[in-house]
T-cell receptor, first 112, second 113 residues
Framework: SQQGEEDPQALSIQEGENATMNCSYK?????LQWYRQNSGRGLVHLIL?????REKHSGRLRVTLDTSKKSSSLLITASRAADTASYFC????????????FGKGITLSVRP | NAGVTQTPKFQVLKTGQSMTLQCAQD?????MSWYRQDPGMGLRLIHY???????DQGEVPNGYNVSRSTTEDFPLRLLSAAPSQTSVYFC????????????FGNGTRLTVT
């Protein structure tokens, strides 16, 4: 079963705007990862946040984690047309060794 | 660096045929896995391996076999292809540490008629 659920399923914004994507999960985690998938390609790792971290930044990306609510959000600031892609969250469950399951993803469209 | 290499990129099979999807990585990763991606279903884990000689089932293992005789290679075998196995297949690898990100190949698009 998929452990992470992304919300919304689709998001369309204008270039320069910020994009916020959310992820919820059900059980305790070691970390939570976000990935991007461009059309026709494999997934690319964006950022990993550990269960004892609350916020992490990487360039224009900001990820937050609230373990009490079992949720995470990914913020892309000053979006560009090149950010158009699908985004997936992947919570790494406690005790799951390296196994990683993915949600259904969010389709982000950034209009020029 | 080649990273994770999947072959072939595209394949068409008839129902009942068998084939092997190849996956190789050159990063000395202990962990390797196979996913299938279908519209509206996201990525679903088929099989995974935490090291040579060790494999385990994921969410949707039926109809697929795997083996891991070397660290580098993790082939996925379809024993008797069915139209329900039409999908895009991704191989991914990582270090065994739970804090290591997955590296994905670019996928194999399989159609079963």
């Amino acid at each position: 079963s998929q452990q992470g659920e992304e919300d919304p399923q689709a998001l369309s914004i204008q270039e320069g705007e910020n994009a916020t994507m959310n992820c919820s999960y059900k059980t305790s985690i070691n970390n939570l990862q976000w990935y991007r998938q461009n059309s026709g390609r494999g997934l690319v790792h964006l950022i990993l946040i550990r269960s004892n971290e609350r916020e992490k930044h990487s360039g224009r990306l900001r990820v937050t984690l609230d373990t009490s609510k079992k949720s995470s959000s990914l913020l892309i600031t000053a979006s560009r047309a090149a950010d158009t892609a699908s985004y997936f969250c992947a919570p790494r469950l406690t005790g799951a060794n390296s196994k990683l399951t993915f949600g259904k993803g969010i389709t982000l469209s950034v209009r020029p | 660096n080649a990273g994770v290499t999947q072959t072939p990129k595209f394949q068409v099979l008839k129902t009942g045929q068998s084939m092997t999807l190849q996956c190789a990585q050159d990063m000395n990763h202990e962990y390797m896995s196979w996913y299938r991606q279908d519209p509206g279903m996201g990525l679903r884990l088929i099989h995974y391996s935490v090291g040579a000689g060790i494999t385990d089932q994921g969410e949707v293992p039926n109809g697929y076999n795997v083996s891991r005789s070397t660290t580098e290679d993790f082939p996925l075998r379809l024993l008797s292809a069915a139209p329900s196995q039409t999908s895009v297949y991704f191989c991914a690898s990582s270090y065994r540490s739970g804090n290591s990100p997955l590296h994905f190949g670019n996928g194999t698009r399989l159609t079963v008629t």
